[in-house]
């Protein structure tokens, strides 16, 4: 078992526990007591958490975007990260002992490279999960089968067709799941979109998300570990390497666990850390990676409880020979059945800004338009009329800086924690039905690129009209060992 | 005249080699200005502040349209022209060397190919075409009568923008991949019209022409025919074709293979039947490399963008082209700018008026078609772009482009939008 397993520190987790349990004055003893009680079938987990115990996480997916939530996750109050979860075993001894959370007397977290291992742990009540998207659906659904609820990073699902699993599955199993597209806790953002919501500038008739962000050739790789003395670069314009993958190196990774309900094939550097993004079996190109949280905030600020009704894409990739096969520059244009309009550019390559930022959205409306950076979350401004009068925004010095409460740094996250000690899905600011709309945009912009016309979605039954060809990219093939159930009963 | 006889005398006159050769630039341009509205007055304005070029016809179906002209020309002490309400009429005068087309956009074929078979010279405005037929048969006119045919585009004849797609060309932005056309620009609601009398002193069949005949309304009529399907082409094909022509332009590209484009008419219940907001996207296939447009016309509150009208608010007329060392802006007609690499430093930049009329009248006396910087077939191309967009709008679908039968692949109804039901005797030939 995993617990068994020694941090970098050289004590067992077992002991670990008992420590962290004692210095925790038995709050978390209590909720293991009261859980088994209290709680009803299906779940297996812990029961219902009172509003001052302590939650106890797992992160699963540790390298890049999952450290930083990790660490985020650790510095809330009475939070407590007791699990880190990655195929890459190279990453743990970083990893666990974080020099950027010595402070942090509860983070002494164990590792566990299988995250089945994760949900055998009934003392875990919740799961980050920040693996590659195309593990996303499949490990929140593990989860919520384990009585877990789920904080899942951004796009919440790989396809379409298993974000409505996801969907199914967190009502199945009455479990929390956030997705973390965490502009929806930033007072600034959600000050944006109440503005834009209720009229500001008007009837809002167009949204568009902004995509730009420099994206340099990933170029193209052999199969199988690298050779002693080869470096690897994410990309031509990164200014550091990416560690050796050799055969050292990949002696600790579970490559087979990594490709999950994907295809087996070969290693290959550029289909691995972080660069899966830009392979269709693993990510979603940069409108699935950067994109849904602009996305997110264009179908936010449109109010739209609903999938757009025709979709149209164009694009391609442009940056130079490389094995991506996501196009780096693609203008995807979305209509719902009210006839409002949602625009979304991706451009990797060299390009202007849009009178506001990069990164961010845009919204246009009888009386005037509003920017919101998507980078910053922090900022937004609105103009007015013929002579585009600057109206209400703000210019993020409202923003707590240096030393902040963890609570409101880290909002989307202790947002998540609130609903999770409440027990309440409806307190979550992007709760899985959320997310699933949000995703499904950029997953139907790739869908209209990939089969290259312009498609109708019906979407009460999540299907296109009379495309069998774009039906079957709404879901994938799952390898045997990773399929999602087809119902949950 | 019926049409019989009308083309029996263009027979005649073609025949009869009514073609003057121009020997020497000192020998006099004679041009008539046909449809004398807003646009006709620059044209009235522009060849008769020229040497040598005079303006000896004005024909317009609105009697106060010439009137109003007549006066410009009498105030800069010019000889007062002949004028005209039917176009046919002018045409039978010999004396005529080109004719200056100024008239609502579905008339501009048509007029072109009549000009063309009295062997006339023709500047036309832009679009040149009101529909994907006509964009043929204008081009197969001016070449079976091997006569100079100019598009108005004028940004063709700017030095700077010139300058700019030498560059692109020449590979100083890298591997030019992609263009972007910007039509932001205000068009207030035109509210609703009641069917009404024909104003006196305009002939209103013949304003008319080729579309199908209705009831008179002022929303049909001057400038607001343009958000007629009847008439016009939207804001895409009125201020918008300049911007699709200079992308196009710079891309290097003629035609596409795929044609998408979604919009709708935002926050106006009007007359208008035209979307006033539209993103067309076309994409290309030069030599199996792939480039791609997009086109964004919108009607209402909208930001600059790439710095296109500095911080004067109002309208974003302009483009981009993506390069994969930097990307190149043009503001407006005459200007551009460029950013370069990662750090988007300010490269190359010009603004330089340009010398479009002067252009054709150079042509006109060269008799080399080559001479011209918006010869009719390029206008033509750009022109399809702008009505496949419309046409991907109003279908709701992708059009798939095939240059060689010039026909959306399996699109009965796109197709039909590729022509019109023309009155007679108004009537595009099939044969010109």
Known sequence: MSDERTTGDGISRRDFTTRIGAAAAGLAVGGDLLGGALHAAPSVGRGILGANDRVVVASIGIRGQGNGVKRGFARLANVEVKTLCDIDANLAPERVNDRTLTEIPTYKPGFVQDLNRVMDDKDIDAVIIATPNHWHALATIKALQAGKHVYVEKPSSHTVWEGRKMVEAAARYNKVVQVGTMNRSRPAVRDAIKFVQEGGIGKVYMARGLCFKRRASIGRYPDGPMNAGETYKLNAESGGTEPVYDAQYLSKVDYDLWLGPAAKRPFNRNRFHYNWHWHWDYGNGDSGNQGPHQFDIARWGLNKQEHPRRIQSSGGYFAGEASQETPDTLTSLFEYADGTILEFGTRGGFTNDEGGPRIGNLFYGSKGWVWIDGESGAKWQSYFGPKNEKGPGADGTAEPRGTVAPAVQYAHYQNFVDAVRAGDPKLLTCDVLEGHYTSSLPHLGNIAYRVGRALTFDGKKEAFEDDKKADELLTREYRKGFEIPKSFT | ?432
């Open chain 2, 1 to 432: 005249m019926d049409r019989r006889d009308f083309l029996m005398s263009t027979a005649v006159l073609t025949a009869g080699a009514a073609v003057r050769g121009f020997a020497s630039p000192s020998d006099t341009v004679r041009i008539a200005v046909v449809g004398c509205g807003g646009r006709g007055s620059s044209h009235v304005n522009a060849w008769s502040s020229m040497p040598n070029v005079e303006v000896v016809a004005l024909c317009d179906v609105d009697e106060s349209h010439i009137a109003a002209k007549l006066k410009m020309l009498e105030t800069k002490g010019k000889p007062k022209p002949a004028t005209y309400v039917d176009f046919r009429k002018l045409l039978e005068d010999r004396s005529i060397d080109a004719v200056s087309l100024a008239t609502p956009n579905h008339w501009h074929t048509l007029q072109t190919i009549w000009a063309c078979q009295a062997g006339k010279d023709v500047y036309v405005e832009k679009p040149c075409s009101h529909n994907v037929f006509e964009s043929q048969q204008i081009v197969a006119a001016a070449r079976k009568y091997d006569r100079i045919v100019q598009q108005g585009s004028q940004s063709r004849s700017s030095p700077a923008l010139q300058e700019a797609v030498k560059r692109m060309v020449d590979g100083e932005l890298g591997e030019v991949y992609m263009a972007r056309g910007l039509c932001y620009k205000w068009r207030d609601t035109i509210g609703h019209t009641p069917v009404s009398a024909v104003p006196a002193g305009v002939d209103y069949d013949l304003w008319t022409g080729p579309a199908p005949k209705r009831e008179f309304t002022k929303n049909r009529f001057h400038y607001n025919w343009h958000w007629m399907w009847d008439t016009g082409n939207g804001d895409l094909g009125n201020q918008g074709i300049h911007e699709v022509d200079i992308a196009r332009w710079g891309l290097g590209v003629t035609h596409p293979t795929k044609v998408s484009a979604i919009g709708g008419k935002f926050m106006f219940d009007d007359d208008q039947e035209t979307p006033n907001t539209m993103t067309a996207s076309f994409e290309f296939d030069v030599k199996g490399v792939r480039k791609m447009m997009t086109f964004e016309v919108r009607h209402w509150i909208s930001p600059h963008e790439a710095g296109i009208n500095g911080e004067k608010p109002g309208n974003t007329i302009g483009n981009q082209f993506y390069g994969s060392k930097g990307y190149l802006v043009i503001d407006n007609y005459n200007k551009y700018y460029s950013f370069m690499g990662k750090d988007q430093l300010p490269g190359p930049g010009a603004t330089a008026k340009d010398e479009h009329w002067a252009n054709f009248i150079g042509a006109v006396r060269s008799r080399k078609r080559a001479d011209l910087t918006a010869e009719i077939e390029e206008g033509a191309l750009s022109c399809n772009l702008m009505h496949l967009a419309n046409i991907s709008y109003r279908v709701g679908r992708t059009l798939h482009w095939d240059a060689k039968t010039m026909t959306c692949v399996g699109d009965a109804d796109a197709n039909k939008m590729l022509t019109r039901a023309y009155r007679a005797p108004f009537v595009v030939p099939k044969n010109v």
